[in-house]
């Protein structure tokens, strides 16, 4: 029998870390609970000369080809868009490119400026001081006074331009059209206890140096020292209700695969946007036969991605290839409503710097442009070190009938139902797309890049995935309050990207955590009355 | 087939010979064809999770050639390979697939290539820092966020 904790929070990635960390200065017993370990980064894919190949095996992005015990699979057949994430301490923020941008102010005014969807019961005045905290607790490399968001003052410069990043600088000032340099999470100088970035290049499947900030060896060692304990390989099945209708804790299969329950005054999730909801609905009962925390209904609906068209194409000169973090500049050109475009809200581009010659030779063989025979070697050269790839990450606006529900038959290693996702993308986005691949090529012609590709959208895309239990002050169109507390459940809150009421443009993770300290803010000033 | 080898003999001889025409040995690059015996015991070895779906492939080849791949006259050879790539499909991506990963991370491949054979810790790659006065002209736009 475990011992009752205070405060109980089930995930270890992006924004269970984030809280973990603002809740431990109020000294309550804090348990989380993670299904995966911690990684080790000396088995990480660059430490090895099959650092390439492991992107189509053990470090695939989609946990249903990864399949490693820690994931959960997903039945995402009925979506252009599969799901991608990782399974550990840190979770996502292991495998993901550390483009940090924020949500922008007109992001979280969606239907009072541009008529659609639902405004956010929190505005980015609101959130700005823990945007700032989770600067400088994930440390942010970039550079002030770009003119296309709030001011900002990232603790650390900027990563390179590069190669590839001076071709599209000179491209887009020919154009006329916003661009700066990234907001990233990639460490360019030594930062709290980091080594400072090396070029990997390879580092979206995790960073071997450390430079790229995950929330395993930012947020945890700190939270761990202030007391917060965290139970690894422990996956939960379901969050049980008392007789109050009140979360009394839960229900998780241990290292061993023992089933346990783990009473908690206070349940936080921080599962993301597939696994909360998943959990949600594994959580029934008598008195929430729907699912838990769903008298709206819509728990796993609104779910929202980012659809990304991806353009690339051959310059003449050298690029950056695999020789340095993905990204490395951003435009703001096309992400404020323009409605001559055909469509309301917007895109970011996210630039990319190249790839290395293995996925060069996979992807362009796939493509047609890389031929078998006696031709392949001279196409081959041509063709590897002089990519250039730009990606619009295109606004999802919330859709009922897309979501998140149980597979009927799909069941992960611990005979846990698994989630099923029915997605599409709605025609306002496709609308958005269609520009976006076009303005890509405006982009491309402009660095006289040749051999187009186009990728829309990205079909392993679906790195961002929000608005399953979105905030809101009415309970019957949505599921937790303002402050992440469920409107059903008095001591369930939820941190992660479900809470998201639209997707703004931008990848997502910086808002996520900066919601996260807000919440865990929000829940520290109000613990005298918690319940109320 | 041993427990141990995910092919059998004849698979593996025609995952040679159709290794050998995707990427023939070149002169001109001097550049062994992924037919090269250390490549091609890199496919075996590190098959893995792979080995059904190239099996597959390898009985689509089968079926199309009628014979060993090898044992056919080059322009049948070419035909076959031909078929097989127009066939498409997971079976025949993940064959390419394999084929191109473990011929290009051979040492004398990445060397042709002007790169190190190495992986990328610990040494990364240095690289430009650019010229950030190019953001001269973006500096000086009035601010394009709205304010809300």
Not at chain 1, 356 to 369: D, F
Request: hydrophobic share 40%.
């Amino acid at each position: 029998m475990n011992d009752p904790v205070d405060v109980l929070i089930i995930g270890a990635g992006a924004s269970g870390a984030a809280v973990a960390w603002s809740l431990a200065e109020t000294k309550m017993h804090i348990l989380c609970l993670e299904q995966g370990g911690w990684m080790n980064p000396a088995q990480y894919p660059s430490t090895g000369r099959d650092w390439e190949a492991r992107f189509w095996g053990d470090y695939s992005p989609s946990p249903n080809i990864r399949g490693r015990r820690e994931d959960y699979p997903i039945n995402d057949d009925n979506s252009p868009i599969k799901v991608v994430n990782f399974n550990a301490v840190g979770g996502s923020t292991i495998f993901y490119t550390a483009h940090f941008p924020r949500l922008h102010p007109s992001d979280f005014r969606v239907k009072s400026l541009d008529g659609v969807a639902d405004d956010w019961p929190v505005d980015y005045d609101t959130l700005a001081p823990f945007f700032a905290e989770n600067d400088r607790m994930m440390g942010v490399s970039g550079l002030a006074g770009d003119p296309a968001v709030p001011p900002r003052d990232p603790p650390m410069p900027p990563l390179p331009m590069g190669r590839s990043g001076a071709i599209f600088a000179k491209a887009m000032n020919r154009l006329g059209w916003h661009w700066w340099p990234s907001d990233t999470t990639v460490a360019t100088v030594d930062y709290e206890g980091r080594a400072k970035c090396i070029n990997l290049g390879h580092c979206t499947p995790a960073c071997a140096q450390g430079a790229k900030a995950s929330t395993d060896i930012t947020y945890w060692p700190v939270a761990q020292r202030a007391g917060v304990e965290l139970k690894t390989h422990c996956r939960v099945h379901e969050i049980t209700t008392n007789g109050d209708g009140m979360a009394a804790g839960v229900v998780y299969y241990d290292a061993d695969g023992k089933e346990q329950f783990q009473a908690a005054h206070v349940v936080v999730l921080a599962c993301n946007g597939i696994g909360t909801p998943r959990l949600l609905l594994n959580s029934t009962s008598g008195k929430f036969p729907n699912g838990l925390a769903n008298s709206s209904g819509l728990v796993g609906r609104n779910l929202m991605f980012h659809p990304y068209a991806q353009v690339y194409g051959y310059v003449a000169d050298e690029t950056d290839s695999n020789r340095a973090p993905p990204t490395c500049l951003w435009s703001k050109e096309f992400y404020e409503t323009d409605r001559s475009r055909g469509f309301v809200r917007g895109y970011s581009f996210q630039f990319g710097r190249g790839v290395g010659p293995i996925m060069e030779a996979v992807t362009s063989e796939q493509k047609g442009l890389l031929p078998w025979g006696a031709a392949h070697h001279a196409v081959f050269r041509r063709l590897n070190g002089h990519r250039l790839t730009l990606s619009a990450i295109c606004e999802d606006l919330p859709e009922a009938h897309n979501r998140v529900t149980l597979d009927p038959v799909l069941k992960d290693c611990h005979g846990i139902p698994a989630p099923k996702i029915d997605y599409t993308i709605g025609e306002n986005t496709a609308r958005m797309m269609a520009h976006g691949i076009a303005r890509a090529k405006d982009v491309l012609a402009a660095c006289e890049a040749t051999d187009i590709c186009v990728n829309s959208p990205i079909l392993y895309g679906g790195w961002h995935l929000l608005g399953t239990a979105r905030m809101g002050t009415d309970p019957e169109s949505s599921v937790v309050n303002e402050w992440g507390r469920s409107h059903d459940v008095k001591n369930l809150f939820i941190v992660d990207g479900s809470l998201f009421v639209t997707s703004g443009g931008v990848n997502p993770t910086s808002t996520i955590q900066a919601l996260a300290l807000y919440v865990a803010d929000q829940m520290k000033q109000r613990l005298a009355n918690l319940f109320d | 087939m041993p427990a141990d080898n995910p092919l059998t003999p004849a698979q593996e001889a025609d995952l040679a010979a159709i290794a050998g025409f995707i990427i023939p040995a070149s002169d001109e690059f001097d550049v062994p064809g992924a037919d090269d015996p250390a490549i091609q015991a890199d496919m075996l070895a590190t098959l893995g999770r792979d080995a059904p779906l190239v099996r597959e492939a390898l009985d689509v080849l089968a079926r199309l050639a009628g014979a060993p791949l090898g044992d056919l006259d080059p322009a049948r050879r070419e035909a076959v390979a031909l078929a097989l790539r127009a066939v498409g499909g997971p079976a025949v991506a993940a064959l390419t697939r394999v084929v191109l990963q473990c011929y290009y991370r051979d040492d004398r491949v990445v060397r042709s290539l002007g790169l190190e054979p190495r992986p990328p810790y610990p040494q990364g790659h240095v690289l430009p820092d650019g010229d950030w006065s190019l953001l001269d002209p973006v500096r000086a736009r009035p601010p394009l966020w709205r304010r809300a």
